[in-house]
């Protein structure tokens, strides 16, 4: 057990964390090992729970926007403020106009704010609504053949693929969608 948090000091952080992880135990064994032929398989499994986000930090500092596609240009600013002009930026803002998108055209809301910071290695993006209640992370997508991806629908998935975290939650008559990124 010594040996074993001596080799994941410090553990890594970020995305790939768990291949790392399995890396650096891989490493250390075959090391340990080295010259002796093993007299059983190895497995190992590693989790990583993801933190959870602090009720209060979820709605603090949200900011009203136009239920517009315009207020993409105030999404824009504060993602870019806040990760940087980098692919990972660009990606989150993707799924961003995509979510900001689906608010418009779908939800029927009146009111819109949201939030964007960074928690460590993440970007945090919170988009608050008073629309009709849809949870994004339950609603199923569908497969389309190539020549049916401009009729839409496409967004849910893009969102999913694109977000390390995606989570829902309904409260006080508002929908929450917390995105989380990498940056």
Known sequence: MERLLETLHPVP????????VLRMISRSVSAY???VEPFDDMAALVLFMAEAL??????????????????????????LEQAGDT?????????????????????????LSFRCGKQGDRLCVVFSDDGIAFDPTTALTEEKDF?????????????????SSVRYERKDERNLLTLMFPV
């Not at 803002?93 to 055209?105: K, M, R, T």
């Not at 049916?148 to 977000?163: K, N, P, V, W």
């Open 13 to 20: 952080h970020g995305p790939e964390a768990a291949e790392e």
């Open 54 to 79: 602090p009720e209060e930090d979820m709605c603090d500092d949200m900011r009203p926007l136009p239920v517009s596609l315009s207020a993409f240009e105030t999404v824009k600013e504060a993602v």
């Open 147 to 163: 020549d049916q991806l401009d009729s839409g629908g496409m967004g849910l998935q893009l969102i999913r693929q694109t977000a």
């Open 87 to 111: 692919k990972e930026a660009r990606m989150a803002l993707l799924a961003c106009d995509e979510a900001l998108s689906n608010i418009v055209h779908h939800s029927g809301a009146l009111n």
């Open 33 to 35: 090992c080295e010259g």
